[in-house]
């Protein structure tokens, strides 16, 4: 099994800038790609940022040039920095990793268990 452990997050005024952090734990072989989504109420999870293995990412437009999302991994662990934050970014972000258990094995799908940002006008 394995498990992805957010921190980061709270509470923000408009224009300021906040840090998730992800760090996945388990039975791994490989991650592939990592992610950032997010669900405000009322509304659908979305997707944020993702980053694969190698590197490349991919980023909502509504984030795009405020967010950046990075990883680490020799420590299995992925970031999110918000910066320019506005309240419409108030949200719960969750973590996301495809994870194979062995060489043999697809990829599962796991989740965080979310955390909230909140931006204040």
């Known amino acids: 099994q394995v498990q992805l452990v957010e921190s980061g997050g709270g509470l923000v005024q408009a224009g300021g800038s906040l840090g998730l952090s992800c760090a996945a734990s388990?039975?791994?072989?490989?991650?592939?790609?990592m992610g950032w989504y997010r669900q405000a109420p009322g509304k659908q999870r979305e997707l944020v940022a993702v980053?694969?293995?190698?590197?490349?990412?991919n980023y909502a437009d509504s984030v795009k040039g405020r967010f950046t999302i990075s990883r680490d991994n020799a420590k299995n662990t992925v970031s999110l920095q918000m910066n320019s934050l506005q309240p419409e970014d108030t949200a719960v972000y969750y973590c996301?990793?495809?994870?194979?258990?062995?060489?043999?094995?697809?990829?599962?799908?796991?989740w965080g268990q979310g955390t909230q940002v909140t931006v204040s006008s």
């Open positions: 980053i694969t293995s190698g590197g490349s990412t």
């Open positions: 996301n990793a495809f994870v194979s258990g062995s060489a043999w094995t697809r990829p599962k799908e796991y």
């Open positions: 388990g039975s791994m072989f490989r991650i592939a790609a």
